[in-house]
């Protein structure tokens, strides 16, 4: 019997070999975390001191996204052009659809460059699963969310203290109130560590886990595709391709939506903390 086909070591950036298909007498060589790990571009990982493609797809992401902004704006026109258009059409429909409509128009404009960063950034980095020769979403990395979560969180609770004092951003963070009467300390005690220990962990892990688990999919009926390339198989694999299709479809609405949906509950947090405790 022939080896399965994924490599032994599993910094390898390869999740399947092109020989291998189906009736070969080789096991088929699903995805799995070795799909998620590249070896260093430059550098050396035992030494913590590397530069891979994650890192890579990251950066030429952030030159994207300041690069279309800064060519949209560097010389705007009243009457605007194609590319000034599309990016105030994406900029104003963050600031007007998300940060007017939770924080309001008087308190949200200071966070709009925030947050129209931080969508445009997060939506970039998830469609790096889709384009040739990148294909991968670097939000399916667990680092960059918890970094992007963590800036959020850092906001969030500094606002809190600046806006309400140290009593008063106690009694935001626990939902203190009195009416309450003898199941206040529980209900406070989950609050705390509800707000201060689980929101951030979640607002990381809803974007990560999405990207984790929509480029698994794609990766599943790529390879299967491959494998199935061979005798009988060949008519399973046209299926396995069309749910490729399929799937890379629902990617691009899912990665609209997790940045979406992460500059929203950023917007939701920012207003949390802006808003006076009764």
Known sequence: MKEPAVSADPTQVLAFETDCHIFDGCGFPAPGLHS???????????SNVYFNKTMLLALLGSIIVVGFFWAAFRKPKVVPGKLQMVAEAGYDFIRRGVVYETIGKKEGEKYVPLVVSLFFFIWM???????????FPVTAIISYPAVLALIVYVLWVSLTFKRHGFVGAFKNFTGYDKSLGAVLPLSMTIEF?????????????????NMFAGHTLLLLFTIATWY????????YAGVSFIMVLVMTAFELFVQALQAYVFVLLTCSFIQGALAEHH
């Open 36 to 46: 998620f790990l590249f070896e260093p571009l430059w550098g050396d990982a035992d």
């Open 125 to 135: 980095m998830n469609l790096w699963s889709i384009v040739p020769l990148a294909q």
């Open 193 to 209: 560590f509800s707000n201060l220990l689980v929101r951030p962990f979640t607002h990381a892990v809803r974007l990560f886990a």
């Open 228 to 235: 199935l390339l061979n005798g009988i198989g060949i008519a």
